[in-house]
């Protein structure tokens, strides 16, 4: 082929474009970006009590949930009640805060037996997680 003459079209194409490639790797990127908590906090089912006051969780925290037939869940994986003190013990809670989810229909003391079971498995930090109550339109 000489210099400046035009291209032929039976040659094969040198480059790959990856531009839509990589639109497609980002699309799915943030898909998995905004249904992964949806998915993570969707399995199990309790009814929490409602509070004005909501704490923020991290990802370092511990989450304990009770369901209203007394199944507890650790980050949900579900551990049997006579085992959650070793699970949680396993866990090496230490300074890291631990929040029982509790089915509002649950026993008092079922919760503070959950607690009691975090404090003597090491947590220092406890906390109970709530619903936030609805607002309601101010009054003029």
């Given amino acids: 082929m000489k210099v400046g003459s035009p291209v032929d079209v039976?040659?094969?194409?040198?480059?790959?474009?990856?531009t839509p490639l990589t639109d497609v790797f980002l699309v799915l990127l943030i898909i998995f970006m905004v249904t992964?908590?949806?998915i993570m906090t969707?399995?199990?089912?309790?009814?929490?009590?409602?509070t004005q006051a909501l704490p923020s969780l991290s990802e370092r925290d511990i989450i304990l949930a009770i369901t209203s037939d007394e199944r507890y869940f650790v980050n949900n994986t579900e551990v049997p009640k006579s085992r959650l003190g070793d699970y949680l013990r396993e866990l090496t809670?230490?300074?890291?805060?631990?929040?029982?989810?509790a089915d509002a229909r649950l026993t008092h003391g079922v919760v503070v037996g959950a607690l009691d079971m975090a404090k003597e498995?090491?947590?220092?930090?406890?906390?109970?997680?709530?619903?936030?109550?609805?607002?309601?339109?101010?009054r003029k």
């Fill in 10 to 18: 039976h040659e094969p194409m040198a480059e790959i474009n990856i």
């Fill in 36 to 38: 992964t908590p949806l």
């Fill in 42 to 50: 969707a399995g199990i089912k309790i009814k929490m009590p409602k």
């Fill in 93 to 101: 809670i230490g300074n890291r805060l631990v929040v029982v989810q």
């Fill in 121 to 138: 498995a090491g947590a220092e930090r406890l906390a109970i997680a709530t619903e936030p109550l609805p607002r309601t339109p101010a």
